[in-house]
């Protein structure tokens, strides 16, 4: 069964980027000239997912309006004869058919995606998480379903869940969920996931494979959410309902180590290591901000003697 529905959870509070998130959604940060949650929808779509489910909370409204059409921004760009960007605003709206529904309460991740429960019904679905922005020549999300569709066909099982991981070594790790895992035999990306924990302590970490935020999970992870006690920082998470969906009810689990490099935007650091990156890459602003880089570092060396 392909994959064509998709989860995005979008009520978290972006503490890590306060002031900035005070009063608007950390997803409707710019990332040059675009929002960073439609990076992610984008991503999605290109993928082959066709409808997205947003779960939303308190002051998101703007996520919302950004996907809907905006009848007097297009009027008006229609009338001064702007076709490019006007063309550009429809876009967005086409991108996919958008549901929402709200988290009453912030109990996390695991909690966010059992909300949308309702709406995906049963059938494998995705989840991508607006922190994470990938860049690759394949989208993050497209090399996952491959994988979920190639396993789901060769081993004839129901599969569980193909979930992303990379690798991340040192204190760092505490950031993550974090999995033990086995090579797959004939496979350098893929791994049999044995095991997971939700941010450990660097000398608790099973291995250096952190999870990043895209996953395809089998619906029988609603089961798992739905028993999944509160666990790190008195949330629902999403870890545990996997280790759950794998240990304890034997749905084979799989990670790929995805091709292409992934920025934590959430952070602040990360968002400028992606403004920069994403900017040098940029067709039209690549080249005057390349120049513009060039002059500053320069100016900024001091002179030798
Ligand atoms: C969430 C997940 C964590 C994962 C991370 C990836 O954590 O709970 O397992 O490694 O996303 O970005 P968060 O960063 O939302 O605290």
Known sequence: MSVTKAVFPVGGLGTRFLPAT??????????????????VVEEAALAGITDAVFVTGRGKRAIEDHFDTIFELEH??????NRKLLEEV?????????????????????????CARNLVGDEPFA???????????VP???????????????????????????????????????????????????FRVRGLVEKPAPDKAPSDLAIIGRYVLA??????????????????????????????????????LFEGRRY????????????????????????????YLRELLRRRRPARA
């Open 140 to 190: 993050c999300l497209r090399q996952l379903i491959d994988a979920y569709e190639r396993l789901a066909r060769s081993s004839g099982e129901v599969v569980g869940g193909v979930i992303a991981v990379q690798r991340v070594r040192g204190p760092e790790i505490s950031s993550y969920g974090v999995i033990k895992a086995e090579p797959v035999a004939g496979s350098r990306r893929l």
């Open 90 to 114: 429809r876009k967005i709206t086409n991108l996919a058919n958008f549901a929402y529904v709200r988290q009453g309460e912030p109990l996390g991740l695991g909690h966010a995606i059992l």
């Open 22 to 39: 005070k009063a608007s959604p950390k997803e409707m940060l710019a990332l040059v000239d675009k929002p960073l949650i439609q990076y």
């Open 264 to 291: 934590d935007a959430g952070d602040k650091l990360g968002f400028l290591q992606a403004t920069v990156e994403f900017a040098l890459a940029n067709a039209e602003l690549g080249p005057p901000f390349r120049r």
């Open 219 to 256: 619906p029988a992870i609603f089961e798992s959410l739905a028993v999944t006690p509160r666990g790190r920082g008195g949330e629902v998470q999403l870890t545990d309902a996997l280790r759950d969906l794998t240990v304890e009810r034997n749905y084979p689990l799989y990670a790929v």
């Open 76 to 81: 008006a760009l229609d009338r001064k004869g």
């Open 127 to 137: 989840v991508l998480l607006g922190d994470d922005i990938v860049s690759g020549r």
